[in-house]
T-cell receptor, first 116, second 113 residues
Framework: ETGVTQTPRHLVMGMTNKKSLKCEQH?????MYWYKQSAKKPLELMFV???????ENNSVPSRFSPECPNSSHLFLHLHTLQPEDSALYLC???????????????FGPGTRLLVL | DQQVKQNSPSLSVQEGRISILNCDYT??????FLWYKKYPAEGPTFLIS?????DKNEDGRFTVFLNKSAKHLSLHIVPSQPGDSAVYFC????????????FGKGTKLTVNP
């Protein structure tokens, strides 16, 4: 498998459920990201991990909990979500090189989440 | 306030003609710009990028133009093909910060046969 993969592709959960989204990158990158895409809104950056350390958390509610066990895997643990959290959740990865920021991010296909 | 703006939510062109997608930004610290293409039920796919030291970058049918004084960039697709029908996102980043990309809302391009 190549590129960035995400599972599951679709998820329906109740507000009291606990679920996890998984992302795996096969590109040898060292930075990974979670984005949220809601209807008619720009992509919103949620979390950034570089070399398995979280470097940014954009004021995301604690009901979203990321985990990055190694540079190839990224999880987003979900707990007591709200209906307004329904969205497309996208994972991306990039190579965080020297001088850093001008690195292209490569996206997975996303998980379409519906919270009932 | 949105730092990256794509003011046209949709664009429709005939096959074989030029498609021009526009993007404006407000943050003068942005120095790297990217275009992504997104098909339904898929994640965004990187298309082309440009650094602020350039004003044009070309890759096959795709050309990105950057006008720093106007804080404006555009993506030209020539000739347009039906397979180009997708949502196109403009994104920008600033040196010295994190790896953060700021995205526009996207423009839905429809290329009619």
């Amino acid at each position: 498998e190549t590129g960035v993969t995400q599972t599951p592709r679709h998820l329906v959960m109740g507000m009291t459920n606990k679920k996890s989204l998984k992302c795996e990158q096969h590109l040898g990158h060292n930075a990974m990201y979670w984005y949220k895409q809601s209807a008619k809104k720009p992509l919103e950056l949620m979390f950034v991990y570089s070399l398995e350390e979280r470097v940014e958390n954009n004021s995301v509610p604690s009901r979203f909990s990321p985990e990055c066990p190694n540079s190839s895997h990224l999880f987003l643990h979900l707990h007591t979500l709200q209906p307004e959290d329904s969205a497309l959740y996208l994972c991306a990865s990039s190579q965080d090189g020297v001088g850093g920021h001008q690195e292209t991010q490569y996206f997975g296909p996303g998980t379409r989440l519906l919270v009932l | 306030d949105q730092q990256v703006k794509q003011n046209s939510p949709s664009l429709s062109v005939q096959e074989g003609r030029i498609s021009i997608l526009n993007c404006d930004y407000t943050n003068s610290m942005f120095d790297y710009f990217l275009w992504y293409k997104k098909y339904p039920a898929e994640g965004p796919t990187f298309l082309i990028s440009i650094s602020s030291i350039k004003d044009k970058n070309e890759d096959g049918r795709f050309t990105v133009f950057l006008n720093k004084s106007a804080k404006h960039l555009s993506l030209h697709i020539v000739p347009s093909q039906p397979g180009d029908s997708a949502v196109y996102f403009c994104a920008a980043s600033a040196q010295g910060g994190s790896e953060k990309l700021v995205f526009g809302k996207g423009t839905k391009l429809t290329v009619n046969p």
